[in-house]
């Protein structure tokens, strides 16, 4: 995913996917002031969900606004905020039969937890982003 309006400094290296979820009622602004030579912020809505890339050593800070100001509410490392990218090895299609594969393919994957001597599926979404 790229920056479009704020491209990551050329030496910068180790850039990772990253995504914020504002889970609160305000509006937030999220902002990334620890890496020289680059200007990231952005306003983010409440239930909005803010995917970017940054540096491994970045700092998300997250400033809630108030009527006429905005508080520093949280300072969250971007390392935890890192999303698992799709390898090449899941776009590649060479092995797949050709056909209609939108209709036939799981999007939900189901995982096996236990509880007492009960086995129970727990149901995970994926996240996937779109340049």
């Not at 704020?6 to 990253?18: A, M, R």
């Not at 999303?83 to 594969?101: A, L, M, Q, R």
Request: charged share 20%; net charge negative.
């Amino acid at each position: 995913m790229a920056q479009i309006l704020d491209p990551l400094p050329p030496e910068q290296s180790g850039k990772i996917l990253c995504c914020y979820v504002n889970a609160t009622s305000k509006i937030q602004v999220a902002r990334i002031s620890n890496i020289p030579n680059w200007y990231f912020e952005r306003v983010v809505f409440p239930g909005q969900r803010l995917a970017f890339e940054a540096p491994g050593e970045a700092q998300l800070e997250i400033h809630t606004g108030m009527m006429a100001s905005a508080i520093l509410s949280d300072k969250i490392p971007c390392d935890r905020l890192a999303i698992n990218e799709p390898t090449s090895y899941e776009f590649d299609k060479s092995s797949e039969p050709i056909g209609d594969n939108i209709h036939n393919k799981q999007i939900v994957q189901q995982i096996k937890t236990k509880t007492g001597d009960t086995t129970k599926p727990l149901t995970i979404a994926g996240f996937t982003s779109f340049d």
